[in-house]
């Protein structure tokens, strides 16, 4: 066990008194305008309270907000002596460690700008971010980002030091310029030690303003070269309040920080309302003991994109495939009744019969709780998804089995708060009212424009397309095509570049007929086509976990993901799971045209190392329909199959070739209702 840190039971007895303290409202705290200052504040008024917990080697380990505090304050000390100050640039690469969240906090303090990138960039895109923000130092999680670093170290002229958390395989490496992030912490601990250094790193932490810039965040780059969102200390707490007050956060909360330190969804919700309201950021072992962390925590928030849940109901739904004949049917019954009556019971709604209360109760006792355990959400108070839409099926899902799961729909030009769900007022189809304080407005062409108190600066070295996004009275383009209902709900359709019409007039929005197919266990990607076409087409990936449990249990041999994803009875499989999604489409209004008339099942799976999705796994349209071209040829042309090279990046960095004939099935559609256009089908 490293020497740094001391172990606490993670639920004993903690000093501090409860209570929200969401609102920069008392006159001591009113000068507490940036993070930095939030965290001596807490160090004041719960000093005693734990604020993180990282588990290591097995056994968490844990520090209070007093602790953080000194941590923070030595951590800025030292990283002035090793040259950076206010206006200076520092990355932040890794997955979620304290250390690495510290590190944000002691950059801020000093009135540095911290850049929070993606751990898993391949070198090359990180040397892009990292030259771009002009960074000139960096704090990494361990040897595999201090490796990518130094291997573009070429194009990093201004980058003078490398910190890193974990020392693991860097004994012989060469430390001029490479320290650990704990000798910073010492250095700067005993140069505090004098009264007077002690007394002028206070100053600096004075000196912030809750103008000042407070992190730059680079999108994810689903259209091209990610950009550099700048967000001040203002925005980001006003959203932080926004979030904190909405769902009445405070010091006796628990969350899990999982996601990406370089999103914003993580930077909001392990951060930013962590520092405000006081709750305890919890950092897993590794992303394969996330479940069985968040359930030892006792996780109370829970935030996690859509592909999170559906990977949890995909594990969920092969492992009961495995299950006795029994145990099959008491799920698909109790499961069936919670997608009857759960929601409603979740929602309080009158109208539930005494016995279908007491048949829920009951299914509660023998599964809904089990599975509640399962996924760590047995004391999850509020749950959200966002980041891109979530199957309806799969978010009712969750809820009916009484997981209090909302969507909410954000963007890091935002500082993510657009739209929320009250209680009571939850819809799978919408993602709620405007957030408080936020305006929205939708465009002539059903574009959504929101204004909000967490609305960015401006793109970092992109004046022009800063003035492409944000209109001149403070409006952003969410890019993104939606209205509202009758109910005052905003409706997001697909980004407002992708939704187009068929041939003949027939509304096509891709993602909408995605997230259908999504909600399969067996399908883990689809991208669609049809804009401008005479009918729709789709690429599909299927889920190697889902599919490969299926082949285990009928029989099916095969070598490799390639193999089994061209076997005729997974063609089968699937073609059953579009016939279904066909049907769904042909009963909704103004959505009979979207039905899918070909597809294919990709020889390979869409990865973010080969450019076809981006960090946050969304997906690159323009990149793989320019990449698969010959493929979407063919399945427009009539063809029955179609050879196809693609080069993939694998993990060590080597590259190679997959090459494939892929075989394309034949759907008959259903009969549909007229076509009709995004601002029809708002009325």
């Known amino acids: 066990m490293r020497q740094r840190k001391r172990s606490h039971a993670a639920?004993?007895?903690?000093?501090?008194?409860?209570?929200?303290?969401?609102?920069?409202?008392?006159?001591?705290?009113?000068r507490a305008d940036t993070f930095p200052k939030l965290l001596a504040r807490n160090a004041r008024l719960r000093p005693k309270r734990t604020a993180f917990r990282h588990k290591d080697l097995g056994i968490w380990q844990s520090w209070t907000w007093g602790e953080v505090h000194q941590i923070v304050r030595a951590y800025a000390r030292g990283l002035q002596t090793l040259g950076l100050k206010r206006g200076g640039k520092i990355a932040i690469i890794g997955y979620n460690r304290p250390y690495l969240y510290w590190t944000i906090c002691a950059a801020q303090w000093l009135g540095a700008i911290p850049i929070p990138v993606y751990a898993d960039s391949v070198a090359d895109e990180m040397a892009y971010v990292l030259a771009h923000a002009e960074v000139t130092h960096a704090a990494v999680q361990d040897q595999e980002q201090v490796d990518k670093i130094l291997s573009v170290s070429d194009q990093l002229p201004q980058l003078q030091h490398v910190l890193y958390d974990e020392q693991k395989g860097l004994r012989d490496y060469d430390h001029s310029r490479l320290h650990s992030i704990e000798s910073i912490v010492e250095e700067g601990r005993a140069r505090l030690a004098d009264a007077q250094e002690a007394a002028a790193i206070d100053l600096a932490l004075q000196e912030g303003r809750g103008s000042d810039l407070a992190i730059i965040l680079y999108t994810s780059g689903t259209t091209g070269r990610p950009k550099g969102v700048m967000l001040t200390s203002d925005a980001v707490i006003a959203a932080a309040e926004i979030g904190c007050d909405f769902d009445k956060l405070d010091e006796t909360d628990e969350i899990i920080a999982y996601l990406p330190i370089a999103w914003v969804g993580d930077h909001i919700f392990s951060y930013a309302q962590a520092i405000l309201s006081g709750l305890c950021v919890n950092c897993p072992e590794s992303p394969e003991t996330i479940a069985e962390d968040r359930r030892e925590i006792g996780a109370t928030y829970v935030f996690a994109?859509?592909?999170?849940?559906?990977?949890?109901?995909?594990?969920?739904?092969?492992?009961?495939?495995?299950?006795?004949?029994?145990?099959?049917?008491?799920f698909h019954f109790f499961i069936n009744h919670a997608n009857k009556v759960g929601?409603?019971?979740?929602?309080?709604?009158?109208?539930?019969?005494?016995?279908?209360?007491?048949?829920?109760?009951?299914?509660?006792?023998?599964?809904?709780?089990?599975?509640?355990?399962?996924?760590?959400?047995?004391?999850?108070?509020?749950g959200y998804t966002a980041g891109e839409a979530i199957g309806p099926e799969i978010f009712r899902f969750y809820r009916s089995i009484g997981v209090n799961l909302?969507?909410?729909?954000?963007?890091?030009?935002?500082?993510?708060?657009?739209?929320m769900q009250p209680n009571g007022e939850i819809r799978a189809d919408t993602v709620g009212r405007p957030a408080p304080q936020v305006e929205i407005r939708i465009a002539d062409n059903g574009e959504v424009l929101y204004r909000s108190p967490g609305v960015f600066v401006g793109y970092y070295k992109d004046d022009e397309k800063t003035a492409e996004t944000k209109t001149p009275d403070g409006f952003v383009h969410s890019g993104d095509a939606g209205f509202f209902d009758q109910n005052g709900h905003l409706k997001i359709i697909d980004r407002a570049k992708d939704v187009?019409?068929?041939?003949?007039?027939?509304?096509?929005?891709?993602?909408?007929?995605?997230?259908?197919?999504?909600?399969?266990?067996?399908?883990?990607?689809?991208?669609?086509?049809?804009?401008?076409?005479?009918?729709?087409?789709?690429?599909?990936?299927?889920?190697?976990v889902a599919v490969s449990n299926w082949a285990e249990r009928n029989g099916v041999t095969y070598a490799s993901y390639q193999e089994l994803a061209g076997h005729p009875l997974v063609y089968d499989m699937i073609e059953k799971h579009v016939d279904e999604v066909n049907r769904s489409l042909s009963s909704e209004p103004r959505m009979g045209g979207a039905q899918i008339r070909r597809f294919l099942i990709l020889h390979k799976e869409l990865d973010a190392d080969d450019g076809e999705l981006t960090r946050t796994q969304k997906v690159r349209r323009g990149f793989i329909a320019e990449r698969y071209a010959p493929l979407i040829n063919a399945l427009y042309d009539g063809s029955s199959e179609a050879d196809i090279s693609t080069e993939v990046t694998f993990e060590d960095g080597r590259k190679g070739v997959i090459s494939a004939r892929v075989k394309i099935r034949d759907m008959k559609p259903y009969p549909t209702t007229e076509p009709g256009s995004v601002l029809e089908a708002a009325e």
């Open 305 to 330: 994109p859509p592909r999170v849940f559906e990977s949890m109901l995909t594990l969920t739904m092969v492992r009961i495939e495995d299950a006795g004949a029994l145990k099959r049917r008491m």
């Open 406 to 419: 909302k969507q909410l729909y954000g963007q890091t030009e935002a500082s993510v708060y657009i739209t």
């Open 500 to 544: 187009g019409k068929m041939r003949d007039g027939a509304l096509f929005p891709p993602k909408y007929v995605e997230n259908k197919l999504k909600f399969y266990p067996n399908i883990k990607e689809a991208v669609c086509f049809g804009d401008g076409r005479d009918h729709v087409a789709a690429f599909i990936n299927i889920d190697l």
């Open 11 to 30: 639920h004993l007895s903690e000093a501090g008194r409860p209570g929200r303290l969401t609102s920069l409202t008392t006159a001591a705290d009113a």
């Open 343 to 382: 929601e409603k019971i979740l929602n309080k709604e009158p109208g539930v019969g005494a016995w279908d209360r007491l048949l829920w109760s009951i299914g509660n006792v023998l599964v809904y709780a089990p599975l509640r355990n399962r996924f760590g959400m047995t004391r999850v108070k509020v």
